[in-house]
Nanobody, 127 residues
């Protein structure tokens, strides 16, 4: 089992910045590829960004590319999402998720391919 706890959400004005954190415990952190997803009310859970176990490979959704950056600190068992130039349409609950390295990397945008999820943290961007 992997336990994931997100933090760092909040209310911010458009154009502002937030950094989300996801603290992992329970298993060897580097054995998991990690992802960030978000879900707005009444909508599906969407892919935001993913990072490989070593941190050497990252992917970002087109909607956040150039504004958001995923990273991880394997010495602290922590995943991050730096969010800049926030827009009202970024408002959602943000979730971190983990899937074992043995799973296909190419599945990184698919929520159902992740085994473990945090409880989510709310991000609200006002216009």
């Amino acid at each position: 089992q992997v336990q994931l706890v997100e933090s760092g959400g909040g209310l911010v004005q458009a154009g502002g910045s937030l950094t989300l954190s996801c603290a992992a415990s329970g298993r060897t952190f580097t054995n998991y590829n990690m992802g960030w997803f978000r879900q707005a009310p009444g909508k599906e859970r969407d892919f935001v960004a993913a990072i490989s176990g070593s941190g050497s490979v990252t992917k970002h959704a087109d909607s956040v590319k150039g504004r958001f950056t995923i990273s991880r600190d394997n010495t602290k068992n922590t995943l991050y999402l730096q969010m800049n130039s926030l827009k009202p349409e970024d408002t959602a609950v943000y979730f971190c998720a983990a899937k074992p390295l043995g799973y296909s990397w190419s599945d990184y945008p698919q929520p159902r391919k992740y085994d473990y999820w945090g409880q989510g943290t709310q991000v609200t961007v006002s216009s």
